[in-house]
């Protein structure tokens, strides 16, 4: 069974910076891609960032390219988002996914950027 956990979402103000993490199970992690997404309030869910199996290539979007980075630690099975400059329009849920499968995410870890 495919287990995503995220954490490290919380309250932060802009331009402020966050990690999250997800920690994955059941599943050979360090043979699959990973993605992050994120799904604001009344709105549908958009793909944020990707990375290929081994690390490289990663891809972003646009909106958040030069803020995030997306990583991952394979012995750990562990997939991590670095935000940085965060802005209100950042405010969501955010869900790691494997590959880019919506249905593989976690619970999500809730990110608010307010002042």
């Known amino acids: 069974e495919v287990k995503l956990v995220e954490s490290g979402g919380g309250l932060v103000q802009p331009g402020g910076s966050l990690r999250l993490s997800c920690v994955a199970s059941?599943?050979?992690?360090?043979?699959?891609?990973m993605a992050w997404a994120r799904q604001s309030s009344g709105k549908a869910p958009e793909w944020v960032a990707s990375?290929?199996?081994?690390?490289?290539?990663?891809f972003y979007q646009d909106s958040v390219k030069g803020r995030f980075t997306i990583s991952r630690d394979n012995a750990k099975s562990t997939l991590y988002l670095q935000l940085s400059d965060l802005k209100t329009e950042d405010t969501g849920v955010y869900y790691c996914?494997?590959?880019?499968?919506?249905?593989?995410r976690g619970q999500g870890t809730q990110v608010n950027v307010s002042s």
């Open positions: 990375i290929n199996s081994d690390g490289s290539p990663t």
């Open positions: 996914t494997r590959s880019l499968d919506w249905s593989s």
């Open positions: 059941g599943f050979a992690f360090a043979n699959f891609a």
